[in-house]
């Protein structure tokens, strides 16, 4: 199978985007623990090849682009294969498959996951969307027990209360439906941000949430305060930007992805309810030792949506040392490689960390192929793009991921 991809990889034109060694791409041999590795680099993928589906537009941290998994689940997959991703994050490989008319299976031990992506399975209208938001009782004067006011005007304030009462009301008798589930991943997106659409006075992007001490700070430093934000128009501003590009095609085939999709909110290293040697592709990014805060991140959406942000934070795999990184990978990939079909695929998307001095795709190779896996090679998507840590004044090229760097494996026939 190395010949097929290596024959796609050198061979096809990638929509005229090549931009490396004039339209070539590099290709180099690497030695991991004594296993020869050919590393194919070019642009593979880019913003400019195809515009990503605005229903992708929902913040998360350390999320990868759509272009990425949609590279590997047109490049290995059919209709109707089974892709899964054990770290869904904000369900970008999910929806890409999803869209592409591939069944779904996926897997995140952070709540938050399956609230931001199963919704985007059943596309609204949003003349319902607007009908349901204008039913929802409004409490004037509602406050939160947490202060909130370094974040929101009392009256905005008081209507994130009021459908928050209202969406946990209707989990409770177990009455919720997929109207209020699009509805509140909206509202979880529009919690707070850096402009008018979102419910705050400007803070961080909407994948960080900073605490009340640090919004007071910046409050101070840009001399502003919260004004009243309508809830309801950002709710349906969103939404209509959500869903304004998709075919009737790519709505259907969500519908029908959205209807057996198997979300498991859980560890990556025992997932028991996925079938053995039924996932044809696997296409993830894992959490990056410790680089990202995902539980501090997320604590206003935890509050929002009734979830214990300090005990899932116990749960979120944050670790220091390579070595520790490399064993819970090693439970991943054997997990992996039960689930996977014989024929399958596993497209590994790590990175650089720390300043470079820590290359993850070749900490990853052994890993795989001790599970059972054969390491077909590493791509290489090489791209200039920005990221969050700009507003921190961190260069790319200084700290963080610098490139898309995916292992691919294959469970031999």
């Not at 009455?175 to 850096?194: E, F, K």
């Not at 064993?327 to 596993?346: N, S």
């Not at 990853?364 to 192929?369: D, T």
């Not at 200039?384 to 200084?398: P, Q, R």
């Amino acid at each position: 199978m190395d010949t097929y991809l290596r024959s796609f990889i050198l061979e096809d034109d990638f929509s005229g985007q090549r931009t490396l060694s004039e339209g070539t791409t590099l290709q180099d041999v690497i030695s991991v623990s004594g296993e020869n590795v050919t590393r194919y680099t070019n642009e593979f993928w880019t913003a400019r090849q195809r515009q990503a589906s605005k229903v992708q537009e929902i913040s998360y941290r350390a999320c990868f682009k759509p272009q990425l998994p949609r590279f590997f689940i047109k490049l290995l997959t059919e209709p109707g294969d089974l892709v899964y991703d054990p770290f869904a994050g904000r369900g970008t490989t999910s929806l890409e498959a999803g869209l592409l008319g591939r069944k779904v299976v996926a897997n995140d031990i952070n709540p938050l996951s399956r609230i931001l992506t199963v919704p985007r399975f059943f596309i609204p209208d949003p003349v319902e969307v607007k009908a349901r938001l204008l039913s929802i009782p409004y409490k004037s004067g509602f406050k939160a027990q947490r202060d909130l006011s370094m974040f929101y005007h009392p009256e905005t304030e008081a209507e994130i209360l009021s459908l928050r009462a209202y969406i946990l009301n209707r989990q409770h008798t177990s009455s919720l439906d997929h109207l209020d589930q699009w509805i509140r991943m909206v509202a979880t997106n529009r919690l707070t941000g850096h402009s008018p659409g979102f419910f705050s006075v400007y803070t961080l992007p909407p994948n960080q949430a900073v605490s009340q001490e640090r919004q007071i700070k910046i409050n101070e430093t840009r001399g502003q305060q919260p004004t009243y934000r309508n809830t309801r128009d950002i709710i349906l501003k969103k939404t209509r930007i959500l869903v304004k590009d998709l075919t009737r095609q790519e709505i259907q085939n969500l519908h029908e992805a959205g209807e057996k999709i198997q979300f498991i909110t859980g560890d990556a290293r025992q997932t028991p309810s996925i079938e053995e040697n039924s996932v044809f592709l696997t296409v993830t990014s894992p959490p990056f030792l410790d680089i990202v805060q995902y539980a501090a991140d997320n604590w206003l959406r935890c509050w929002f949506n009734g979830i214990d942000e300090e005990e899932i934070g116990k749960k979120i795999t944050k670790l220091q040392k390579v070595t520790d990184w490399t064993d819970v990978m090693q439970g991943v990939f054997h997990e992996l490689f039960r689930i996977t079909r014989p024929g399958g695929w596993v497209a590994f998307e790590v990175g650089e960390v720390r300043n470079r001095t820590v290359m993850l795709d070749e900490v990853i190779v052994p890993v795989g192929i001790s599970a059972g896996f054969t390491c077909v090679g590493i791509v290489v998507n090489s791209q200039e793009f920005t990221k969050t840590a700009n507003i921190w004044g961190v260069s790319n090229m200084e700290i963080g991921t610098n490139t898309n760097r995916i292992v691919l494996f294959q469970k031999e026939r």
